[in-house]
């Protein structure tokens, strides 16, 4: 662990590096999901489908992305001291209350390298959905993490079908993942 010292630095160099990279959204238009686009160099891709990771949670709860199967998953990739990924936590909370019952899953992965800080942010905002602690082994299985926020969006079979890097349009999101949910039961 780095502490508060490291966390800066390694801030600063994603920051550094959100900078020097494209900020927008790589979305499928399209009802067939498409590849994602590829991360910072053309050998490092974005997976087709999410690969399967284990970790615990801040609690200690073991969470495995597989259990997920069947469900549509906005998986996060944040920290702290990301601005943008502090805006979007408590929407991504919401989310999860609201379409939850409908088949979707909020999964946060804090790049944070404290475990406090995390926790203690999980808690003042009170997030409805698991968070475990990230670090560059799971990055890479996600093509890498050069910025953050860093969001994907994965189908029920597990296939990524959007990646949103850099601060995405929330509303451009949240109309996506209610159009790729099923039709509220009546």
């Known amino acids: 662990m780095r502490g508060v010292a490291g966390s800066r630095r390694w801030g600063a160099a994603l920051a550094a590096l959100a900078l020097a990279t494209p900020q927008s959204a790589t979305v499928a238009q399209s009802p067939r999901p498409a ?7 053309p050998d490092r891709r974005v997976p087709e489908f999410a690969p399967d990771f284990s970790r615990a949670d801040l609690a200690g709860r073991p969470v495995r992305l597989g ?38 899953q909020v999964l946060g992965i804090s790049m ?14 009170q997030l409805a959905y698991p ?36 601060e995405p349009d929330l509303d451009r999101v949240e109309s996506e993942l209610r159009a790729a949910l099923p039709a509220r039961p009546r």
Do not use: H, N
């Open 35 to 41: 590849p994602a686009a590829p991360a910072a160099s």
């Open 112 to 125: 944070d390298d404290d475990v406090a800080a995390a926790t203690e942010f999980a808690r003042a905002l």
């Open 131 to 166: 968070v475990v602690m990230g670090d560059a082994r799971l990055a890479e299985l996600f093509g890498g993490v050069l910025g953050l926020p860093l969001t994907f969006l994965i189908d029920p079979s597990g296939r990524i079908v959007a990646r949103y890097r850099g």
């Open 67 to 104: 259990a997920y199967r069947g469900k549509l998953v906005l998986l996060s990739f944040w920290a702290t001291w990301c601005e943008p990924c502090r805006s979007e936590a408590p929407r991504f909370s919401a989310w999860q209350r609201e379409y939850g019952p409908r088949g979707l």
